[in-house]
């Protein structure tokens, strides 16, 4: 897939002296979906916002459709949409006079039938005239969108697009993103909601205290790191792991009623048949058994319990 963002040594220390970002390197690939996934402070809306032309980089460069944020704004930003985590919207408006103005400021002609398509997308179009302070969250958030694909842009930018929003929201939030994206549109979000990345994103890149630490493939991601666990539900509760099972990496939970065995799914040995056996030849029976694949979430604690280690 050839890269419609690339991003090259791109720093960024404020004047605080807090250097928000150490040097990124990153392409983000045409049509794509790719999760920004981060803690608070971790620099996520800083890199949005320097793509975006609203913060100066340091140092480094992002070329954005191929053209030069810095060199070439204009041409630039005309090529993206962001819907910021504010909601920067004159309350006083309508909805159809905001959107309308957001596409003018892009220097764009009227398009009245783009407009109502992007409205009724959103499910705002009864809501057209309605002034924007008598919306709900949630229908103000859609206007925001709607204001950031008005001047139909090829890379929408959606920091922390569901903060904050019921699941129910959250879901419809998550549909018309890969809409969007079945449209063509590459889409590139900062979430520190794993589940939002993991049901996502094509792709997903970990930043912690401003370094991107890992881009990856989220299915190869989770193949890579993800490990499995295998859960005994124990028919007589235990209270200390018997010495002859020290060779396999077990944890008693629930007061001793569960075995837990957390393994390497992909190693050529995984240990559970021999486990197995083992218990069988100590008499200790179990009424149920099940293996659960760890989620993003699991590999993200780790890695950010790794960094808090090394740091
Ligand atoms: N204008 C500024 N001046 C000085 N420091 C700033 C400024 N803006 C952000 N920072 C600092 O830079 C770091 C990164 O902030 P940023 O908002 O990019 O993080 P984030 O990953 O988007 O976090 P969140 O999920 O909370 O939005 C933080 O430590 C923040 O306090």
């Known amino acids: 897939m050839p ?34 996934l981060g803690p608070n402070g971790a620099g996520k809306t800083t890199m949005i916002s320097i793509i975006c032309g609203i913060v100066t980089p340091s140092t480094g460069t992002v070329i954005a459709d191929g053209h030069d944020i810095q060199k070439d704004y204009r041409a630039a930003r005309t090529r993206i949409g962001l819907v910021p985590q504010e909601l920067t919207t004159d309350a006083f ?6 959107v309308t103005f957001s596409r003018g400021l892009f220097g764009k002609a009227p398009n009245p039938a783009l407009i ?42 959606l920091d922390e697009p569901t903060a904050g929003v019921d699941v129910e929201l959250r879901r ?24 939002e990345a993991e049901e996502m994103a094509d792709r997903v890149g970990v930043i912690l205290k401003g370094e991107l630490i890992l881009v ?7 193949r890579k790191l993800g490990k499995k666990t295998l859960t005994l539900n124990l028919q007589e509760p235990m209270t200390v792991i018997p010495p002859e099972l020290a060779e396999w990496d ?35 029976a179990f009424k149920d058994l099940n293996t659960r694949q760890s989620s993003l979430e699991d590999i993200f604690v780790s890695l950010v319990h790794r960094d808090g280690e090394s740091a």
């Open 3 to 36: 890269s419609v963002i690339t991003i090259q040594g791109l720093t960024k220390t404020y004047k605080s002296g807090h250097q928000a970002l150490k040097p990124i390197d990153l392409e983000i690939e045409k049509g794509e979906i790719f999760a920004l």
């Open 216 to 222: 990856e493939k989220t299915a190869t991601l989770m």
């Open 172 to 195: 419809d939030m998550w549909g018309l993103v890969r809409q969007l994206r079945d449209q063509g549109v590459t889409i590139i979000l900062t979430t520190h909601y794993i589940e």
């Open 93 to 98: 408006e309508t909805v159809w006079a905001t």
């Open 250 to 284: 077990l944890s008693l939970q629930n007061e001793g009623g569960e075995l837990e065995y957390a393994f390497d799914a992909h190693a050529e040995k995984t240990g559970v048949p021999s486990l197995l056996r083992r218990l069988s030849d100590l008499g200790i």
């Open 116 to 157: 109502e398509r992007i409205l009724r997308d959103l499910s705002l179009w009864d809501k057209k005239d309605a002034k924007i302070m008598t919306l709900s969250g949630g229908m103000k958030r859609r206007v925001m969108i709607a204001k950031a694909l008005s001047h139909e842009p090829d890379i929408l930018f």
